[in-house]
């Protein structure tokens, strides 16, 4: 009985763990694009982000991190004999992986709040892909234990990485074509007036 509830709340965890490290970086992204405003629009904006980043962060975030964490050793005490198996050290490695990203969303938070930060919205967008690669290889790992199609995984995650890459680069240019031609419009209406 032990186990089920661990898993029940460990799945639990990961979800708000996942939800608030989606939302995180978003929020990063909207922070850094906060800059191109005017003031005071520019001070408001990232005054009420910085609130919010900080309240995803402690609130949502963090406490997930460690409900997932605190449950999956609460699982492994019931069944120490997969410490052997080799699928959970590869999903191990990646559950660190994940963690180190966590921190160093922390770390970028205060980054933001300090004005230091040097990431650009797009490269945000990227580092934002990161724990999408993660979960697909931590849930597939979880699923297929030790039989995991390896071959046609790692095409997935190749895949996966490349559709990501294209999807940054094809809204990137949609941003520039639609700010480009609201500038062409805002440059007419003075014509059109005279």
Known sequence: MAYSWFKAFHIIGIVVWFAGLFYLVRLFIYHVEANQEPEPARTILKNQYQIMEKRLYNIITTPGMLVTVAMAIGLLSTEPEVLKEGWLHFKLLFVVLLLGYHHYCGRLMKKLAADE??????????????????????????????????????????????????????????????KEKLTAQIGQVPQEQS
Do not use: H
């Open 117 to 178: 930060c040097r990431w650009s919205g797009q490269q945000l967008r990227a580092l934002n892909e990161a724990p999408t690669v993660m979960l697909v290889v931590i849930v597939m790992l979880a699923v297929f234990k030790n039989n995991l199609p390896t071959d046609l995984t790692a095409w997935l995650i190749f895949a996966l990485i490349i559709l990501m890459a294209v999807t940054i680069q094809l809204y990137a240019r949609k941003r520039r074509l639609d």
